[in-house]
């Protein structure tokens, strides 16, 4: 089954309208329904933080998380499971995602590399990259992603080598890292410098992700504000690639400014592991890696 095929959800019925439409039996999309998967995982639902552990994991290993590829496909399916309220948006990961694991793995052959990606030590996705064979030795091809045996692989998601790391997407990779933890001034501090950069200005726009992650910081140092009503890194970065006016992609000295500004404006002069500046550095980090 292609992945095209998959996301077609849900199934038509005799009369041509899907089962999530008015007078239709609505039921939950299950990893079996979308890949060629087996025993409890098949029978589980998608989950949103099941995708978001697969987006990480896939900019981790190829720089972005590809369109149309597993993690894309996840996404879709657990749109579909929060209308059903199957799951809820900002619940848990699924048992067998959460214990038995999301990854994305490497393999290198001699001019390509295989990756693979797994849920719960089940193979759900894989793409083939092959290196470039032009006139100039530049740049990288993609080949057509791999089938998994037995169905199941993923359609579009072959990423080109050489493919940078932008501002925007290093600061979505915070709000997976450190998420779950309230806004501070320095983390504020740490997104305008970021998003200055990302506008190519000096400083970040009065109406962008800085002003709304100050606004956050501000309110969370209300005295009378509760920690579990305290505003989150997610809350402010989880479309910071979209919600950015200009991108760019992260440079060594780009790096330099964010953690300067979030090591400054913090009371220990420490940055936040997994935070802002954690992350614009990573990025800057592979990002060389990919001359």
Do not use: H
């Not at 092959?130 to 030795?137: E, P």
């Not at 002003?211 to 501000?218: D, G, H, L, Q, V």
């Not at 592991?273 to 990573?282: L, N, T, Y």
Request: proline letters at 5%; glycine letters at 12%; hydrophobic letters at 45%.
């Amino acid at each position: 089954m292609s992945q095209e095929e998959q996301l077609r959800w849900p199934p038509a019925g005799p009369d041509g309208q899907g089962e999530d439409q008015p007078g239709g039996d609505a039921a939950a999309v299950c990893y079996g329904d979308v890949f060629a998967v087996e025993g409890e995982l098949a029978r589980t639902p998608i989950a949103p933080q099941d995708a978001a552990m697969m987006q990480a994991a896939e900019s981790a290993v190829l720089g972005r998380a590809p369109a149309g590829g597993t993690a894309a496909a996840m996404q879709s399916a657990a749109r579909r499971n929060e209308r059903l309220d199957v799951v809820a948006r900002d619940g848990e990961a699924t048992d067998l995602a959460a214990e038995g694991g999301v990854a994305v793995t490497e393999a290198r052959v001699p001019g390509a590399r295989v990756v693979t990606e797994f849920v719960a030590d089940q193979p759900v996705g894989q793409y083939i990259i092959v290196a470039a064979d032009d006139d100039d030795g530049g740049g990288a091809a993609v080949a057509e992603p791999g089938e998994l045996e037995g169905g199941g692989g993923g359609r579009g998601g072959a990423v080109a080598d050489g493919t940078k790391i932008t501002i925007g997407e290093a600061l979505e990779a915070a709000a997976f890292s450190a998420g779950d933890q309230a806004v501070e001034p320095s983390d504020a501090e740490a997104i305008a410098a970021a998003e200055a950069l990302a506008c190519r200005a000096d400083e970040a726009p009065p109406d962008g992700l800085a002003a709304r992650a100050r606004a956050a910081a501000e309110a969370n140092a209300a005295a009378a504000r509760r920690e579990e009503d305290r505003a989150t890194l997610r809350d402010v970065l989880a479309d910071a690639a979209s919600a950015l006016g200009a991108d760019k992609e992260v440079e060594r000295e780009d790096a330099a400014r964010v953690v300067g500004a979030e090591v400054r404006s913090d009371p220990d002069a420490t940055a936040r592991p997994g935070g802002v500046a954690a992350s614009i550095a990573a990025a800057a980090r592979l990002n060389r890696g990919r001359q």
